[in-house]
């Protein structure tokens, strides 16, 4: 998601393909910021989620599918998707990950690079470069489609990503072998097809778990602000939000509260948990 992009007309995000929304449409979930006096198509952030679910629990087998062919598409995920929502993502790329390897292993052990590695010519059932073929399409297909889907969104909005380089990497080395295959040569490239899909979906896995390890922390430190603050105006104290603080309002703090937002002390002393501050 690049909730950055901005344009003056409807399209798709020029990163990851994903379509752009007008801004004076209302979505749920404060999918975007509202802006009377411009029209501006913006990047939605979160889909609707469930009332009562978790998206791994409330969505359909083909939801998630969509999911995993939109919000993953993409090598670069830019701003800080619900924790729900960056779940679903690091679990997509790491069965794509895992689905990959199981097949990458047995396919790098009959091609010539497996046999310099263990020196020993394994038998095949079929003629090897058919079974090098059909080890390596489910992975190029299955595996590999967020980086042809992606690159197609790229190319179809007239830029180029590491996605399209990735893309072109693998369907060269699967395309060309497939068509020594065909003509019956015993070359193929499947193994660096099926290798680079494999180490690149492991790198961007990782890439993901700690991204979402950063956002569980940020989230932690957002926890530590109270959600209301004591304004002190006319003489009264009334509970308001803390995002509804404005410059030069005075508030009261009590023994034990917590700061809600940066101030200057006027008057008073007391104890007061400094615990955002200091950890």
Not at 76 to 103: S, V
Not at 181 to 208: C, K, P, Q, R
Not at 254 to 271: F, L, M, N, T
């Amino acid at each position: 998601m690049h909730n950055e992009v901005q344009v003056k007309k409807p399209g798709r995000c020029p990163k990851c393909g994903m379509t752009l929304i007008p801004v004076e449409k209302e979505m749920e979930h404060g999918d975007m910021e509202h802006n009377i006096h411009t029209t501006q198509h913006v990047m939605k952030q979160l889909p609707k989620i469930p009332t009562g679910h978790s998206l791994s629990e409330g969505w359909s087998f083909w939801k998630k599918l969509k999911m995993s062919m939109t919000m993953s598409m993409g090598m670069e995920h830019g701003g800080l998707a619900g924790r729900e929502m960056a779940k679903l993502m690091e679990e997509d790329i790491r069965n794509k990950f895992l689905f990959a390897l199981f097949f990458t292993i047995p396919i790098i052990l009959y091609s010539p690079l497996g046999e310099k590695i263990i020196r020993v010519s394994l038998p095949s059932p079929i003629p090897l470069p058919w079974l090098l073929f059909i080890l390596t399409t489910p992975v190029f297909f299955y595996a590999g489609w967020i980086f042809l889907y992606s690159t197609y969104k790229a190319l179809k909005a007239k830029i180029l990503n590491m996605a399209v380089l990735i893309a072109v990497g693998i369907t060269a080395a699967y395309g060309f072998s497939v068509v020594l295959t065909i003509i019956g040569s015993n070359d193929s490239y499947y193994e660096a097809a099926a290798m680079l899909i494999t180490f690149v979906l492991f790198g961007h896995w990782m890439e993901m778990k700690s991204r979402r390890g950063t956002t569980d922390a940020l989230q932690a430190l957002f926890n530590l602000v109270p959600p209301q603050a004591r304004l002190w105006k006319n003489g009264k104290e009334t509970m308001v939000s803390t995002s509804k603080v404005k410059l030069g309002d005075i508030l009261m703090l009590k023994p034990g509260d917590k700061v809600p937002v940066d101030g200057e002390i006027i008057d008073g002393e007391s104890a007061i948990d400094e615990s955002l501050v200091t950890g």
